[in-house]
């Protein structure tokens, strides 16, 4: 039996066309059950999980002990370069709300032991000037809390503790601006 030319070409590409959309339909599937529902900087409103870490004086920080306050909560690593980019906004605006009541600003150093150390890390904020609030992750226990999959990401909690904001990767200066004023006059 003698297939026609055409029709092997038409089936061809009908198989084509029925692989890339079963490849389509699953990836939507399961994006949608691997990438968290606050991703690249979506309005999130659930109370924000609470810990305890170690800062870099050895004392006890708790999460919680920031309410009344809204808090930037960033998780990075010093090997990171997209976190890199960003900490001297973050550290600019640590700063610019130091000692104040209105915002604080705290930087989680998912201290893992390995490819990042207390030394590692306390060293490239050393040697850099920076003079942020950093909590070390050193067990997991926020990274956890928070179902941080990627680096940076940054929350973004309102005075009475909960997530208003998140966003997935690296902050430009203007964006971390612009999220931190509607955090700061949102009606809660």
């Known amino acids: 039996m003698k297939i026609n030319r055409n029709v092997l070409t038409f089936i061809m590409i009908a198989a084509l066309v029925a692989v890339f959309a079963f490849i389509y339909y699953a990836y939507q599937e399961l994006s949608g059950k691997y990438l968290p529902d606050s991703a690249g900087g979506n309005t999130v409103y659930e109370e924000a999980p609470d810990f305890t870490l170690t800062n870099i004086n050895g004392e006890e920080v708790t999460l919680s002990d920031y309410r009344g306050k809204a808090v930037i909560l960033n998780f990075w690593a010093s090997w990171c370069p997209p976190c890199r980019s960003e900490m001297g906004y973050f550290d600019e605006l640590s700063n610019e709300y130091e000692g104040g009541d209105e915002l604080a600003v705290l930087m989680v150093n998912l201290t893992d032991g390995g ?6 890390a306390s060293s490239y904020l050393e040697v850099n000037g920076f003079t942020l609030d950093v909590l ?6 926020a990274a956890s809390l928070y179902s941080v999959s990627s680096i ?4 973004f909690i309102d005075k009475d503790g909960y997530i208003r904001q998140t966003n997935v990767g690296a902050m430009e200066k203007q964006t971390l ?3 931190v004023t509607k955090l700061l006059t949102s009606e809660q």
């Open 115 to 120: 490819q990042e150390t207390v030394e590692t």
């Open 136 to 141: 070390f992750d050193t067990e997991g226990t």
């Open 152 to 155: 940076p990401v940054t929350y």
């Open 177 to 179: 601006r612009m999220e």
